[in-house]
């Protein structure tokens, strides 16, 4: 009896992280909160023209120092979200495909793909994504290529696993015997059975995904000034730390709260596929 209601109670909790997760995403992506406090200056002496105000004053960050514009600088969480989601999609989408080709292709092939695979998977992520950035001018183009590049043997990885698991069953062998071609197999019966686990990988690297870019640009190798991202504005609210501490804290809050809901989310979508990722 205990073991049931503590089922129960873990089903239910987690469903409630998801709803959780899912409202965070929500509320920043439609008005999410922009920091006004750590804009970065159109010239570099204006921050002594006025002192910055604390929170409330206009807004929940405090006043933008002065030649500090929203319009001209943009919305942080755009540029976070819009990173968060293409770099696990389009890692899946490369990733997903090729491990499909090697897993289906088999022989030399694949062997051949493994091996690269290997030597990506080795690279450390973030020398890799340092390096390739700067290489690459820093930006969130390169932000995105690099950790492309870097995540997409991963999915090439778990998705082969998956489709050597199919192709060996029973409803495969059946298709291919009445003369279904392997484009046909591949599309409309094995690739709908391998994309619970690659959503649910997709939205947990979300939040990866998140963090990567605010270390990025708070080292000077992501989003370039004047435009607006939450790790940059964390870098640049340090010469006010002791006077104005919400420079910093406020979009560090807010990285917090959006890896949270990723992992709420990605923990939801794993108990409700009934996805473990390993």
Excluded at 7 to 17: D, G, I, K, M, Y
Excluded at 20 to 38: E, K, L, R, T
Aim: glycine content about 8%; proline content about 6%.
């Amino acid at each position: 009896g205990r073991a049931v209601y503590l089922v129960e109670f873990q089903r239910l909790s987690t469903a409630h992280a998801g709803i959780v997760g899912h409202q965070i995403v929500c509320i920043v992506a439609q008005d999410g909160p922009v920091p006004n406090g750590v804009a970065v200056l159109q010239h570099p002496f204006s921050q002594y023209a006025h002192r910055p105000s604390p929170p409330g004053h206009p807004g929940p960050s405090g006043k933008p120092r002065a030649g500090a514009h929203r319009a001209a600088r943009g919305r942080p969480e755009s540029y976070t979200l819009a990173a968060a989601v293409m770099i696990p999609v389009l890692a899946a989408v490369l990733g997903g495909a090729l491990g499909i080709f090697s897993a289906w292709v088999g022989g030399v092939v694949d062997s051949l793909i493994q091996r690269e695979t290997d030597i990506l998977i080795s690279l450390p992520d973030i020398l890799f994504a340092l390096v390739l950035s700067a290489l690459l001018g820093g930006g969130l183009q390169s932000i995105i290529v690099a950790y492309v590049i870097l995540w997409a043997p991963i999915y090439t990885r778990i998705v082969r696993a998956q489709v050597l698991v199919e192709k060996s069953k029973a409803y495969v062998e059946a298709a291919i015997s009445i003369g279904a071609s392997s484009s046909r197999v591949v599309l409309r019966h094995v690739t709908p059975r391998i994309l619970s686990i690659v959503l649910v990988k997709v939205t947990t690297d979300m939040r990866t995904a998140v963090m990567a870019l605010a270390f990025l640009s708070f080292v000077g190798l992501g989003v370039k000034p004047p435009t607006a991202e939450w790790g940059l504005m964390i870098s640049d609210g340090r010469s006010f730390i002791s006077s104005a501490w919400w420079f910093s804290a406020f979009p560090a809050v807010f990285i917090f709260l959006l890896t949270l809901s990723f992992s709420l989310l990605g923990d939801f979508l794993a108990d409700r596929l009934n996805v473990e990722l390993r």
